[in-house]
């Protein structure tokens, strides 16, 4: 059996004594939420914390509200299971819930969490292996050394984050909280991602990530989210794309803010395609209007050789999703 | 340093003491004793390890056993009543489900929590059910017979 490294556990009832706990052990403390994704690290020998600090006692970590005015506000420690059955979910987002439900298997959304979805670790062939199998190579950027086996003579990483509620979450306008002992701050979803293959997120090791919040759909608003992964369960993404659009009289919405593409799994953070608004605002949705925000969107990623799909492939079928999902985020809203 | 703490297991509860590293499934396996949630890839990919939590599956391969502390367990021992096989076993022993039997246990236990929430399910929903579980050697036709064979009983 594979065997797991030894550490401290600690399992706080509040979100104080989680503060409190990461400001006493600070970087020698790692948190877990469901473990899906740390646990393998663990046993990979990934990551060695000293202290884990488990968020599965924290209570109303796990909520899960709906306000016609605010919007939702979904706790760190929902599990993604818990979110694809949650009524306002299913009523008001749901390609939030379809999106949930396209991440790893049945029994991985049983235990995995939107925060830790979020705050997932990038993701390399020549990372997310044993110990032993590491052993053949020199360690590279994201394991203390100095090379990186995807792009000789690399200064940086090009691991990839591949959580498959960021873009759509993204695409919504989501805002994210982050606790520590001195207070909280809220930031967009956006800005949480570093683009940092070797830290790939913002959150500081004295903080921790609170609750999620997305504001209510705008009138005459669709979004959607396509992936593209080797089998339909299981299986990380090999790119997905998000889209938002607002849809008014059959056509786009004039108001460039209404649009949003966000492409998943090709680059160390979730990208947003710039421009998009403006191409689509006011357009009639037909091919020729999303051709444009395709070829950007394909000239804006530089997938590497270090997830399933070739990066020529990866790099082939942005166009392509990116269509699919601008037209299926068109038919939502005109549902 | 061991920790004090409490699983309660296809409705009986137990006392330990472990280390906080164990995984639910080696405590399952090696503390009580309970074979039947196998180890196939440890990483969440196979499902051999799949156990019920509150009647959900999940992989136990990728879950802390302090982290299940004062929550229901159910394993494959779990599924017969008084030495007679559940309708689920039964079956699969029926339509020839079994090769191997590597991967039995957790089918057995994923297609429980599918027949407790949905005692119909149609063939779609039966191949949905057992996504995450891996089968090497049946090529899964006649599990899914078994299964629809089982809703109908
Ligand atoms: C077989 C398999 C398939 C998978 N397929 C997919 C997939 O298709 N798509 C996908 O997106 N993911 C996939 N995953 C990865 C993972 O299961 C999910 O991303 C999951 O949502 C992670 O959540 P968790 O609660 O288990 O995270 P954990 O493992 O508990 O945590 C992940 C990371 O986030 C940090 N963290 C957790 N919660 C917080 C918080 N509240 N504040 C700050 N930091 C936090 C942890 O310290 C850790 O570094 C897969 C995993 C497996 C094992
Ligand atoms: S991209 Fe390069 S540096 Fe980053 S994990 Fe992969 S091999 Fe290591
Ligand atoms: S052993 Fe747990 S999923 Fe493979
Ligand atoms: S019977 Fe051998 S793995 Fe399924």
Redesign the interface.
């Known amino acids: 059996m594979r065997r797991m490294p030894r550490f401290e556990y600690h399992a706080p009832a509040s979100a104080g004594e989680t503060a409190s706990l990461l400001s006493e052990y600070g970087d020698a403390a790692r948190l877990i939420a469901g473990g899906t994704d740390l646990l393998i690290s663990m046993k990979q020998r990934l990551s060695t914390p000293e202290h884990l600090i488990s968020l599965s006692s924290v209570t109303g970590l796990d909520a899960v509200d709906y306000d016609e005015k605010t919007g939702l506000r979904m706790g760190a420690a929902v599990t993604l299971a818990s979110l694809t059955q949650s009524p306002p979910i299913k009523d008001k987002y749901p390609a939030l819930e379809a999106a949930a439900r396209k991440v790893g298997s049945v029994q991985v959304r049983n235990i995995a969490t939107l925060g830790g979805n979020l705050c997932l670790d990038t993701r390399c062939w020549y990372y997310n292996q044993s110990d032993y199998w590491r052993q053949s190579r020199p360690p590279c950027h994201k394991t203390g050394g100095e090379v990186c086996h995807v792009v000789e003579g690399s200064k940086r990483c090009f691991a990839v984050y591949s959580g498959d509620t960021a873009p759509i979450l993204m695409a919504m306008g989501a805002e994210v909280k982050l606790m520590s002992g001195g207070g909280e701050r809220v930031i967009s979803l956006g800005e949480l991602f570093t683009g940092d293959g070797l830290r790939p997120n913002a959150v500081e090791p004295h903080e921790f990530l609170s609750e999620i919040s997305v504001p209510p759909p705008a009138a005459g608003s669709g979004v959607a989210y396509v992936k593209l992964r080797l089998r339909e369960e299981v299986d990380f993404p090999i790119m997905g794309v998000a889209a938002r659009v607002t849809m008014s009289d059959g056509a786009f919405g004039s108001a460039p803010q209404g649009f949003k593409v966000v492409l998943n799994a090709v680059g160390s953070a979730p990208v947003e395609v710039e421009g998009a608004g403006e191409m689509l605002a006011g357009k009639a949705p037909e091919q020729a209007a999303l051709e444009e925000v395709a070829q950007v969107a394909r000239a804006s990623v530089h997938p590497q050789a270090n997830t399933a799909g070739t990066p020529e492939y990866r790099r082939m079928m942005v166009p392509v999703l990116v269509k699919h999902a601008l037209t299926e985020a068109a038919a939502a809203a005109s549902s | ?1 061991k ?1 004090k703490m409490k699983l309660t297991v296809n409705g009986e509860e137990h006392s330990l003491e472990i ?5 639910l ?2 405590v399952l ?1 090696e503390e009580l004793e309970l074979k039947g949630a196998k ?1 196939g890839c ?4 196979c ?1 051999a390890c ?1 156990v019920l ?1 509150e009647g ?4 136990s ?4 056993a ?2 299940a502390r004062g929550r229901e367990i159910v394993t494959v021992e779990g599924l017969s009543v008084n030495g007679e096989l559940h309708p689920l076993q039964q079956s699969f022993i029926e339509q020839g489900a079994i090769q191997c039997g590597y991967c039995t246990p957790g089918m057995l236990l ?1 297609a429980k929590a599918l027949l407790d929430e949905n005692p119909s399910p149609s063939e779609e929903d039966i191949r ?2 057992i ?2 579980n891996l089968c090497r050697c049946t090529g899964y036709v006649k599990i899914v017979k078994a299964i629809r064979a089982a809703a109908e009983i």
């Open positions: 340093m920790r280390e906080p590293h164990r995984t499934l080696s396996r180890e440890g990483q969440g990919y499902g799949t939590l959900q599956p999940i992989c391969c990728c879950l802390l302090m982290d994923s949905s059910a996504s995450g």
